[in-house]
């Protein structure tokens, strides 16, 4: 099995670039975020003609989560259990989706961003992050991916200077906390084997060039559970798919499984 994450800054917009990546690495699963649209606004004919099935969750422009598959779609739950709200009146946002896909349970997920230190939304985001983790818990047992746009850099190598973000979140103690709690639980970041750092980066600020420099941030990831993790064969980023006229901020994620 191919799996892949993808944050693709609205699906509308470049959902050509979405059908030409399926076709260029022959995906068999791939996991989106900010999708940026509710269900029924996504333009699902040209994927359900290559022969994916869609299981998606949003709400107008904001966020957004889903999951194409062309090995089946089952038992679909959109948010974990406990997830935590967001905005007045609160409401769960759509930042997580969970689909079973020829066997492997599939989390696609869009961490909140957090803004700045101390902002009532860091406080959300770690909130949010506590909570996926419990529920995380009672995943690990079985062959299961959370996969998405994390908004952290666990560590200073997964950032291109870090003297850059010193008043910024993404890089805070608290976070980085966050994320190695899942590793401590047994979560194994399956992609770093195989795309060593520093310098290998998933997301670039439109902002002054960045990518055309690779000043970036590695904050996409894919968490196996052991069972998940023992059957990764190769992991890579497709920095070719951030380059050229409507790219995403985002690169691909692609993890390659053997048979269970």
Known sequence: MRLATWNVNSLRSRIGRVEDLLLRH???????????????QLPLLGLQGMGYEVAAAGVDQWNGVAVLSRVGVEDVQVGFPDMPGWGDPVAPESRAIGVTC???RVWSLYVPNGRKPDDPHYHYKLDWLARLRAA???????????????????????VFDITAFAR?????PPERAAFRAFLDDGWVDVVRPHAPGPGVYTYWDYYRQRFERNRGMRIDFVLGSPSLAARVTGARV???ERAGKG????????VDLDAA
Do not use: M
């Open 238 to 240: 497709d920095t070719d």
């Open 102 to 104: 020829g066997g492997v």
């Open 26 to 40: 022959d995906i068999d699963v791939l996991a989106l975020q900010e999708t940026k649209a509710r269900e029924d």
């Open 247 to 254: 790219a995403s901020d985002h690169a691909p994620v692609i």
């Open 168 to 172: 910024s979140t993404h890089v805070t």
């Open 136 to 158: 995380a818990s009672g995943w690990l047992s079985t062959p299961t991916a959370l996969v998405g746009d994390w908004n952290i850099a666990p560590t200073d190598e997964d």
